[in-house]
């Protein structure tokens, strides 16, 4: 069979006016997940976001007794490091049932880091967001007269305009990365950088997006095609900073940090859907999307800037086998559709190669289906799980031109709903 490499970025070109210079990607970090590390994981994973071409962690704190501890080690293990550095993301969602952030303590926390050499500086001061917070704006005045910083919080809940009329922000930060209904990408991003004007825009991206804990959420978006999409838009949109949402959010399975070694770190319910999951694989797209992004719309990578290869992800079972779950495509205020119309039964795959005319092949339960680009670089697609002869444990390999883009075997595809639920799998031929 021959397919087309998926191409949004016709859709956004006749959306640009101006272009910027664009800027660093950043990964949403949740420290209320991480009350588990010790410096030396802290050390272990700012290596790993740093090889994958991450500039910094954006700390999502909240008023847990840890939280401290965790920044300390946080920015420790970026002074051990030229390239890499945090700034604080201060939750206002999660701390409000902690009695909530009032000016005095988030004044204290941003001077404790401020002038620390692992803070990440963004227009000469540091760098702060948040994840909501929208009914304590008015704050934000009174605080950066006493802790000087660069604020771009996340308002999303008000929309573009509602968020960008909003006092004392610099810039925002848009937590939109998950399409309605059945799409490849949201299509927000343009309205944040028109709403925003002069100020800078750090647009997010994501990889997935799946939730299941019982009395408190259980949705999904859409998410096939969503890594490869919004990047493909990151580099068309050309906002002045990204931040991959997230690095380690289990609960949500949008995650690209390697499975915690300690369990304590999943909140309730998701220990059962995560930990079949691994998603570290995507991290190995990074430095060519990255590179990517910064090189702006029409771009090309240098071929010394990645590694060949070839990354494929899937659900473990086909949607109907999960149907009993009861899961919607949509979280509660958007259209909500069943699962299977969003999330289709399908083996995505990307390649990644400098030269020739990428040819994925994937066999499965003794069938080989083989997908053709269309024309040299970079070549995205799926094959349904209808064209093969059967489910079982999935070989991904490739080629193009004279360059081998590797082989890997991922975890099989079975007929009963799996621990992993909605969840994907994600592997790597490197």
């Known amino acids: 069979m021959k ?41 272990q994973q700012v290596a790993q976001a ?69 803070q990440y500086i963004y227009n000469g001061k540091p760098l702060v967001s948040t ?17 000087a910083c660069f604020f771009m919080p996340d308002y999303s809940s008000l929309g573009a305009e509602g ?45 997935w997006f799946y939730t299941n804990i019982p009395n408190s959420k259980k949705w999904l978006q859409d998410g096939g095609n969503l890594w490869h999409a919004s990047w493909l838009q990151a580099q068309q949109v050309n906002p002045e900073l990204v931040e991959i949402l997230t690095w380690n959010d289990w609960g949500e399975s949008h995650y690209i940090a390697d499975n915690p070694r300690d369990p304590s770190a999943y909140p309730p319910d998701s220990n059962v859907y995560v930990p079949p999951s691994n998603h570290s694989a995507w991290r190995a797209d990074l430095p060519y999307y990255i590179a990517l992004y910064k090189g702006g719309p029409n771009s090309t990578p240098d071929a010394s800037s990645y590694t060949p290869h070839i990354t ?29 119309d969003c999330d289709v039964d399908a083996i995505f795959f990307t390649a990644f190669a400098p030269t020739g005319t990428p040819t994925v092949t994937i066999e499965m339960s003794g069938s080989t289906q083989t997908a053709t680009a269309e024309a040299a670089g970079l070549f995205h697609s799926s094959v349904p799980l ?36 909605w969840n994907a799998f994600v592997g790597t031929t490197v």
Not at 189 to 207: C, D, I, R
Not at 386 to 405: E, H, P
């Open 386 to 421: 209808s064209d093969f002869g059967g489910l079982g444990a999935v070989t991904v390999s490739g080629s193009s031109g004279d360059i081998n883009l590797g082989t890997a075997t991922g975890e099989p595809i079975g007929s009963e709903c799996p621990d992993a639920q």
């Open 50 to 118: 740093s090889a994958a071409g991450i500039s910094a962690f954006a700390l999502n704190i909240a008023l847990d007794s840890y939280t401290e501890t965790q920044l300390d080690h946080a920015y420790a293990a970026a002074n051990q490091t030229t390239n890499f550095k945090m700034f604080l993301s201060f939750d206002y969602q999660a701390a409000s049932s902690q009695g909530g952030f009032d000016v005095p303590t988030v004044v204290a926390t941003i001077n404790r880091y401020s002038s620390n050499t692992g």
């Open 312 to 340: 494929f992800w899937y659900r473990l079972s086909p949607g109907a086998a999960c149907a009993s779950l009861d899961v919607p495509c949509g979280q509660p205020g958007q259209p909500q559709l069943d699962a299977t």
């Open 3 to 43: 397919c087309g490499s998926l191409d949004i970025a016709v859709l956004y070109l006749s959306l640009l006016s101006t272009c910027v210079a664009a800027g660093d990607v950043f990964a949403h970090h949740i420290i209320g997940t991480s009350a588990w590390m010790t410096p030396a994981d802290w050390n």
């Open 131 to 147: 994840f909501e917070g929208t009914d304590r704006a008015t704050d934000w005045a009174s605080i950066k007269d006493q802790a």
């Open 163 to 207: 968020a960008a009329s909003q006092p004392n922000i610099d810039g925002l930060l848009s937590w939109d990365a998950w399409p309605y209904g059945v799409a490849d990408a949201p299509t927000t991003a343009t309205q944040y950088k028109s709403a925003l004007g002069s100020k800078p825009f750090m647009m997010p991206v994501s990889p």
